[in-house]
């Protein structure tokens, strides 16, 4: 519950509204809507309903909503790992070549001896 009353918080914070403008358009008062940022409280389905429409989406997108940031810093993550990946692969092509040019002369050290 922590995750979504973060996500919660964050979508407010985007519109611009006090904790005090989003109680009033859900009918809950202050303390309530606190405890439902702050995960304190669990949510029923009829409020995460109505929570959803609130910030125009369906329940599923605020269920899966993730912070721009967060996204960005797995993407970041994601580049570098992709980056070393190719590193790695390009290491290892390089061995191949030297195994094969060692194998080539010990080869053909073998047929001239």
């Known amino acids: 519950m922590k995750t979504l009353g973060k996500k919660i918080r964050l979508l407010r914070h985007q519109k611009g509204w006090s904790q005090e403008d989003v109680a009033k358009r859900l009918d809950i ?4 809507f606190s405890k439902i940022e702050t995960g304190i409280t669990d949510i029923n389905l009829s409020r995460l309903e109505q929570i959803a429409n609130l910030f125009e989406m369906s329940v599923v997108q605020l269920l899966t909503f993730n912070d721009s940031e967060q996204d960005q ?3 970041n993550e994601l580049e570098t790992v992709n980056k070393r990946l190719m590193d790695r ?3 290892v092509i ?3 070549k ?3 040019e060692l194998f080539e002369e010990l080869r053909h050290s073998k ?3």
């Open 98 to 100: 030297k195994v094969i």
């Open 89 to 91: 692969e390009t290491e």
């Open 73 to 75: 810093k797995f993407v």
């Open 29 to 32: 008062s202050i303390p309530a």
């Open 94 to 96: 390089d061995l191949q």
């Open 111 to 113: 047929v001239t001896a």
